[in-house]
Nanobody, 126 residues
Framework: QVQLVESGGGLVQAGGSLRLSCAAS????????MGWFRQAPGKEREFAAA????????RYADSVKGRFTISGDDAKNTVYLQMNSLKPEDTAVYYC???????????????????WGQGTQVTVSS
């Protein structure tokens, strides 16, 4: 079983930045893709960003493109989400997801990811 541990959430003013981290607990876990999803109160979970194992491919939701950057450190089985120019509408619980079977361009479909973290709260005040 692979556990994903997220960190880095918090409260920030609009226009500010945060960096989320997600570490996979099992070193032998071969990363096919890792992604970040988010869920705001009263809304469905939505895709934010994803990266393939090795970092060769990335995918972003239109709502975060140009403001968020996903990166990974395969040696540490860790993925990061640098969030800049944050807006109040970015407020949500952010979830890390991972899967060992996804190949090529990482998918934005949450159902394709087998492992999920517990979530970390990001609150952006106006």
């Amino acid at each position: 079983q692979v556990q994903l541990v997220e960190s880095g959430g918090g409260l920030v003013q609009a226009g500010g930045s945060l960096r989320l981290s997600c570490a996979a607990s099992r070193r032998a876990f071969r990363i096919g893709a890792m992604g970040w999803f988010r869920q705001a109160p009263g809304k469905e979970r939505e895709f934010a960003a994803a990266i393939s194992g090795g970092g060769g491919s990335t995918r972003y939701a239109d709502s975060v493109k140009g403001r968020f950057t996903i990166s990974g450190d395969d040696a540490k089985n860790t993925v990061y989400l640098q969030m800049n120019s944050l807006k109040p509408e970015d407020t949500a619980v952010y979830y890390c997801a991972a899967d060992s079977n996804i190949v090529g361009m990482p998918t934005s479909e949450g159902s394709e990811y087998e492992y999920w973290g517990q979530g970390t709260q990001v609150t952006v005040s106006s």
